[in-house]
């Protein structure tokens, strides 16, 4: 006889004066969601283990037939700084870039942007971040700074023709500062955005943002910068990326990025859980009737791959539970 | 008929008595303390009894103890019991492999239970199992959701929580489901039960409070796994849930910080990493 182990230590929460966030379920959804991979660069950047060349262009490759249209590929930041991306240009040139399919890769600098479309690179991102003690401790200058460093590399862009995404960190939330103002995040969001970028991500960097937190900052950046311009990227450290990411589907967003298999740990909380895995926003979204154009087992199966590889489980729920039914 | 034996550890009573007298002062309103379930069926509660007596029952705290049929119910009772809970499903195929019977016959067992617990002035609570997805059957339609609720609730039963059992559900499959169930039970009278199996606990939860539930069912570092499909999570952890509603500037009168600690002690004692991902971060942080 099956038992369900429903019973012990369960617990329930009455909620009382209950504040709704101001959004409804009913609330129309969008109909197509663009998926952005981030696990071969983000993913693969925060693990502890030196993945090696050609296992990070047979994942590239795995995932460019699962559907995904953005996979983001290397990052042509100095090796002395991250070693991780040290093969950045074998990397560039080994894959198999498939039809359709955008391979952005990390530009911090001109340099970076010259060797980057030197190896073929046809799209670029560029970081900033909300919080100023942030920008000093990981880029060592202060957030006007980081955002003036840019300009060289934005003209250079827009004369080659590479359009090039921003990436905004700790937009609800700083390891040292604490919480970040709405009205910070943008007016970086918005300088990136008229610097020319032409979509923003805004970066749940350690994972602390709520339902209610995120909808304030969206609230806010969406007065500066086009809805359709905008991304999230949630980190999962505190288990809030799908809600987050709901309400900001919700709020009309519909660029969504993750990480294959949840690769990409947190490096402010050491063994926590970093980024979302693809997998888990997939079903979501597959599962309100949204479109992202991903095939789910083709999904899992590269994220099945890269974890053998890693000799380390998949921080994928999804994953988890459909090998073991 | 087939049987299956899922391991699970047997917690000693004393360490179940101290988790609860410890969830007890963390401003937990309602703590679920074990079931009267024949231990020949659940060998974990075979100490429901001393469990029940052991506890220090906090005042405004509600102990509700699972009681399945007539027998189980009079043995809670005579434990001290002052609320119960009866478990139905929405699956035909779930109810008859888990509790041996169809709904009909489920339904009349807990008729039963259900009527005497009012001579004797005891809430009782109902729950729905499969309530976004059945193990067996697949997909379940929303409209079944709804009558078995619906015949709850008309029964007796003061509040009914719906589960996602194997928790396959989505924001999507909870929205259909809720919208048909509230057409027939007042949403005050809802509680959402949410498995984390999918990683979809949380966002289903805000998708059931946006439609206006206001009663969540959790398990303190999201104790008990899927027992349908080995290794994966289950319940989802109260403290992630917690995380998320006092985010969002709803009270619960909960002290997370109490929850994590309590989270920590039982998983300590047995020898296991939580569950609750707002637990290791916070274990983590630099």
Request: proline share 5%; net charge neutral; with cysteine.
């Amino acid at each position: 006889m099956t038992r369900i182990s429903q019973c012990h230590f369960n617990h329930f929460c009455v909620l009382s004066d209950f504040k709704s966030v101001g959004l409804r379920a009913a609330d129309a959804l969008p109909e197509k969601v663009k998926m952005v991979e981030v696990g071969p660069r983000d993913g693969l950047q925060n693990e502890k283990t030196v993945v090696p060349t050609e296992t990070k262009i047979k994942l590239i490759n795995m995932l460019s037939e699962s559907g995904l249209a953005v996979i983001e590929a290397t990052s042509f930041v100095s090796p002395k700084w991250v070693p991780q991306m040290a093969d950045q240009t074998e990397v560039m040139k080994g894959i198999s870039k498939k039809p359709g399919v955008s391979y952005p890769v990390l530009t911090p600098n001109l340099k970076g942007f010259q060797a980057a479309v030197g190896a073929g690179a046809s799209e670029v991102a560029i970081f900033g971040a909300a919080s100023e003690l942030f920008s000093k401790k990981n880029i060592n200058c202060s957030v006007e700074e980081s955002l003036q460093r840019f300009d060289d590399i934005m003209k250079a862009a827009k004369e080659a023709a590479v359009p090039v995404r921003g990436y905004v960190s700790c937009v609800v939330g700083c390891p040292y500062e604490g919480k970040v103002a709405p009205e910070k995040v943008a007016h970086v969001a918005k300088r990136l955005y008229s610097m020319g970028c032409y979509e923003i991500s805004l970066g749940d960097t350690i994972g602390v943002g709520t339902p209610g937190s995120m909808t304030e900052m969206l609230e806010a950046v969406s007065k500066e910068v086009p809805l359709s311009a905008l991304a999230v990227h949630c980190h999962d450290t505190y288990g809030q990326a799908l809600a987050n990411i709901l309400v900001a589907l919700q709020m009309g967003v519909s660029v969504v990025d993750s990480s294959v298999a949840g690769l990409g740990g947190c490096p402010y909380a050491q063994g926590a859980s970093g980024n979302v895995a693809t997998e888990d926003v997939v079903y979501m979204l597959h599962g309100l009737g949204i479109q992202t154009g991903v095939d789910l087992q083709k999904l899992m199966d590269a994220g099945a791959f890269i974890c053998r590889t890693l000799n380390r489980k998949t921080s994928s729920k999804v994953a988890q539970a459909t090998c073991k039914l | 008929m087939k049987s299956f034996i899922v391991p699970q550890e047997i917690v000693p009573t004393r360490v179940k008595i101290e988790l609860i007298d410890m969830l007890s002062a963390t401003g937990l309103s309602v703590i679920e303390a074990t079931s009267f379930v024949s231990s020949k069926w659940v060998p974990q509660m075979a100490d429901h009894t001393d469990v029940l007596q052991g506890i220090q029952r906090a005042p405004n705290v509600r102990y509700p103890v699972l009681t399945p049929n007539m027998q189980g119910f009079q043995d809670a009772i005579a434990a001290g019991a002052t609320e119960v809970a009866v478990f139905g499903s929405a699956s035909e195929t779930f109810s008859r492999r888990n509790i041996n019977c169809s709904i009909d016959e489920s339904m009349l067992r807990f008729e039963e239970v259900i009527n005497a617990a009012k001579e004797q002035q005891i809430p009782v609570r109902g729950y729905v199992s499969c309530a976004l997805g059945c193990p067996y059957e697949g997909c379940i339609e929303p409209p079944k959701v709804a009558e078995v609720a619906k015949r709850m609730y008309e029964m007796g039963c003061y509040e009914i929580s719906l589960g996602d059992t194997i928790g396959v559900g989505t924001p999507g499959s909870m929205f259909k489901m809720l919208q048909k169930v509230m057409k027939d039970v007042p949403v005050d009278a809802l509680a959402v039960h949410c498995h984390d199996t999918y990683g979809q606990a949380l966002p289903n939860i805000l998708t059931a409070l946006q439609m206006g539930v206001s009663v969540v069912d959790s398990a303190v570092a999201g104790l008990g796994g899927c027992p349908y499909a080995q290794g994966s999570t289950g319940n989802v952890s109260t403290e992630d849930v917690l995380y998320m509603l006092h985010g969002m500037g709803i009270q619960t009168g909960v002290n997370l910080n109490k929850v994590i600690e309590a989270g920590d002690c039982i998983c300590n004692a047995l020898g296991r990493q939580t569950n609750s991902r707002v637990a290791q971060a916070k274990g983590r942080t630099l």
